[in-house]
């Protein structure tokens, strides 16, 4: 495995692959991300990962400065997970010039998880387009907790005409259900068994749906409640298209259910697809 963290060495490097396949990353690595890397393994014959926090991505008051840096264990376990390269780079050679040229999501950016966090998907995909140009993939690989981020990279994809796949991983979860994330190591003990709340919201809201209800605002804001009720400050529970992620409508099969709330500091986010019942 190579870990390297300039962009003309990762050129060098990869000059002559003809199949890469990307898991781009922000570290701290759990079993979700080994899941994705072993995805990529499948659909490549070169691995690479990268290890980047991007500050493009954070609000002024977010957790940029605290976020988890865990560099020699990650290595470790991208190495036992069979990574060929690891792409390390640091801020300057991410951003040697300020970034005043930035990509433009598309209006469902401001939703969901943009309407309270301005801003963050315009620095998700300025990074993966950056990073996609670095590492030149012809796969790449992105976890669907993050469903709204999974979507817009693939308008990204399709609307910039990449040439690179993009292969969505299933969500990685506790044994309580609560969803892998690097943010989960915030948590107090009481918090993180409070934690798993938020995935069986979700699954609620999926049962009603499934079997049948159509009132998608009635069960967006009684999960809303119950989670109210258990101390969480709730930023949304959504049910929404999984092709569109417009709000749901009578007419939509596919569909996905998303949340974002807050423990304490700690704010959570996950997602569960569905079909309605016909
Ligand atoms: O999902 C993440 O870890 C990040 O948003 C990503 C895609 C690596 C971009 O910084």
Request: with cysteine; net charge neutral.
């Amino acid at each position: 495995m190579h870990i390297i963290s300039t962009v003309a060495e990762l050129r060098q490097r990869l000059k002559k692959q003809k199949s890469i396949a990307f898991v781009p990353t922000m570290g701290n690595l759990h079993a979700g991300h080994i899941h994705l890397v072993e995805l990529a393994r499948q659909h490549g014959q070169c691995v690479v990962v990268s290890i980047f926090v991007n500050p493009l991505q954070f609000g002024a008051h977010e957790d940029l400065a605290s976020y988890p840096r865990t560099l020699e264990a990650d290595l470790a376990k991208l190495k036992l997970a069979g990574a060929d390269i690891v792409f390390t780079p640091n801020e300057h050679e991410i951003y040697p010039v300020p970034q005043t040229l930035t990509v433009e999501p598309p209006a469902i950016a401001n939703e969901l998880c943009g309407a309270s966090r301005p801003d963050h998907f315009r620095g998700v995909a300025t990074v993966a387009l950056k990073l996609f140009n670095m590492v030149q993939p012809q796969v790449a690989v992105f976890g669907k907790k993050d469903f709204q981020q999974l979507f817009i990279i693939r308008e990204l994809v399709r609307q910039l005409n990449l040439p690179i796949e993009i292969i969505a991983g299933e969500t990685v979860r506790e044994p309580d259900g609560l969803a892998m994330s690097s943010r989960n190591g915030y948590l107090n003990p009481l918090q993180r068994m409070e934690a798993q709340r938020l995935h069986r919201a979700l699954q609620q809201v999926v049962k009603a749906v499934e079997s049948g209800q159509r009132d998608f605002s009635a069960l967006e804001s009684q999960a809303v409640q119950h989670l109210i009720q258990h101390g969480w400050v709730v930023d949304y529970i959504s049910v929404r298209s999984a092709t569109s992620l417009a709000p749901a409508t009578l007419d939509d099969h596919d569909l996905v259910v998303l949340g974002a709330a807050r423990q304490g500091q700690t704010r959570l986010i996950d997602s569960l697809e569905c079909c309605a019942a016909t």
